[in-house]
């Protein structure tokens, strides 16, 4: 990975470049979200850029969730769900009529708030979604199993029993355990949804020190609630509230000197 | 009079004892009875003879027969036209009109007597569509009768998944279908196959349907032929008098039919909940 690439990357455009950017991985033009009668997300322009960290952060119902939901259509799964607006990964509607929703999803992955192993074996979790995509070759699952586990820090840890029932892990390993599960789609974008939620801080560093790893390959999406988290581990970070983008930029200067009042009151903790 | 709390805490669990003392009692003593009355005259000569002198002597092997092709055929229809239909209620439509209409039906149907269905089945499979008194006409009519229980428990154990596990599928790039085979029926499977066991139940007890459409001829059985099941030749050996004896023994059969079926799905599920979890 070149050094110099990413360096101009991460501190290239900070605010959010319309769709004419073509390094952007995703272009969210325009963007409304309704859920039911009701809009939760409001005229949303963003754009995420590659072997980035990008955090998101706001209150709760600010729309930070819907947003991550909508990248790879998950909120389909609703039949309240609305939207208008379009959003591009690589320059493609991904709510053209014409995606392959699946395919979609293995090159757009998600980490949940809450740890969901499924009730099954370690390796077979791991193994399902490549299964899904028709990966027979048992030495190939193997394969990135391994690479999933141990990009997600969790090789060492689980490697002689692969068999055992995932529910059987703590906490933080079926955290773990759920981010192996999506890197082992070897997918493009990965979103985290509130990931550390509900871990102890060892197993937030670990899921941390994941993410800082995998941003050499992978476009990062993290929604957090933890302002101290979204400093730590992001490249970039937006900022909403009530369903609106109040602004995005580097980490370091939305943190130090933020472009809106609001921002600020936010970060230093005056609401929210 | 005011009880103090405590004394009343103990009448009540008192009295709750006694009531499921009573319960159990009486189910001890119907199959004590049965078994006690039965087991003697349950001989490998009474398993594997055919019957003689309408019953009265020999056996009842071709009955034991009988009773497993009428009963497994029609499970073996019912069971998937039911989880299917489950799975289509829960997993592919919408709450809606449609859908409560097939609920209700399906309600109504686990509430209409065997006999109707008999007649039905007599109607229909038998004349109508001239199957005849076959092993083929009484597992149909069973299957109509089954279905029901099984569609109710399959959707209560579908309902039972966890949303979030259909969540995860989908995230990880599966069609609606690949999640439903995969995940939710991988999940639901116990509670799925109590249903099957309970209706498999339901199926191997039940006479007058079975009379209607299966007959009651006590040679061996063939598809589109007559047949004979244990409950009804029970029935027809203690209502005509022909044997007593002869009866308790086939009840006690089907007594420890019922057990060992109910045993060993227990015995499935347990094995398989340990593995899952």
């Given at each position: 990975m070149n050094v110099a690439t990413s360096q101009s990357e991460v501190t290239g455009p900070a605010t959010p470049v319309g769709s004419g950017s073509h390094q952007a991985k995703i272009v969210v033009e325009d963007f409304i979200a309704f859920f039911g009668a009701q809009?939760?997300?409001?005229?949303i322009h963003l754009s995420i850029y590659p072997r980035q960290r990008l955090a998101i952060i706001g209150p709760a119902g600010s729309g930070k969730t819907t947003l991550l939901r909508s990248l790879n259509r998950?909120?389909?799964?609703?039949?309240?769900f609305r939207h208008t607006g379009r959003i591009l990964l690589d320059g493609g509607d991904?709510?053209?009529?014409?995606?392959d929703v699946a395919a979609l999803r293995r090159r757009v992955g998600t980490v949940y708030a809450v740890p969901t192993p499924l009730p099954w074996a370690i390796y077979d979790n791991i193994a399902y979604g490549p299964r899904l995509a028709g990966v027979r070759d048992r030495r190939r699952l193997d394969e990135l199993v391994e690479s999933g586990l141990r990009s997600a820090f969790l090789w060492d840890e689980v490697k002689d029993r692969?068999?055992?029932?995932?529910?059987?892990?703590?906490g933080g390993q079926q955290q773990r355990l759920c981010l192996a599960r999506v890197l082992a789609l070897e997918p493009e974008v990965l979103l985290l949804d509130?990931?550390?939620?509900?871990?102890?801080p060892i197993s937030t560093a670990k899921i941390e020190d994941a993410l800082a790893e995998l941003k050499s390959r992978y476009c990062v999406v993290l929604v957090t609630n933890n302002t101290k988290q979204a400093a730590r581990a992001s490249d970039r970070t937006a900022f909403f509230l009530m369903g609106e983008l109040v602004e995005v930029g580097l980490t370091t200067q939305v943190f130090t000197n933020p472009a809106d009042g609001r921002t600020g009151d936010y970060i230093t903790g005056h609401f929210g | 009079m005011r009880l103090s709390p405590a004394i009343t805490q103990r009448l009540v669990v008192a009295f709750l004892w006694l009531l499921t003392a009573i319960t159990i009692a009486i189910l001890a003593f119907i199959i004590g009875h049965v078994l006690a009355h039965g087991l003697p005259y349950v001989t490998w000569d009474f398993l594997s003879r055919s019957p003689e002198k309408m019953g009265r002597e020999g056996g009842v092997f071709p009955i034991i027969v009988g009773t497993l092709a009428v009963t497994g055929l029609a499970v073996l229809i019912a069971a998937p036209v039911g989880v299917v239909t489950a799975v289509y209620l829960t997993?592919?439509?919408?709450?809606?009109r449609l859908t409560a209409v097939i609920r209700f039906g399906a309600d109504c149907l686990a509430g209409i007597p065997s006999i109707i269905f008999g007649l039905f089945g007599f109607a229909f499979f038998v004349i109508a569509l001239g199957l005849g008194l076959s092993v083929l006409s009484g597992a149909l009519t069973l299957a109509l009768m089954a279905l029901p229980t099984i569609i109710r428990t399959s959707e209560e154990a579908i309902r039972a998944v966890p949303w979030s596990f259909r969540e995860v599928s989908y995230g990880l790039g599966s069609t609606r279908w690949q999640m439903v085979t995969h995940v939710v029926l991988r999940s639901a499977l116990p509670g799925i196959t109590t249903g099957i066991v309970l209706s498999l139940g339901r199926c191997i007890s039940e006479t007058a349907a079975v009379m209607l459409t299966a007959g009651s001829a006590l040679r061996m059985p063939s598809l589109l032929g007559s047949c004979r099941t244990l409950a009804l030749h029970f029935y027809t050996l203690s209502r005509e008098g022909i044997s007593m004896n002869m009866a308790y023994a086939t009840a006690a059969v089907l007594i420890v039919a019922i057990l060992a079926i109910d045993l060993t799905a227990y015995w499935i599920m347990r094995r398989f909940i340990t593995k899952m979890s």
């Open positions: 809009a939760v997300l409001r005229n998950l909120n389909d799964l609703d039949d309240d991904i709510y053209d009529s014409s995606t692969l068999g055992e029932a995932a529910t059987n892990l703590s509130e990931p550390c939620s509900g871990l102890d | 997993e592919y439509t919408r709450k809606g």
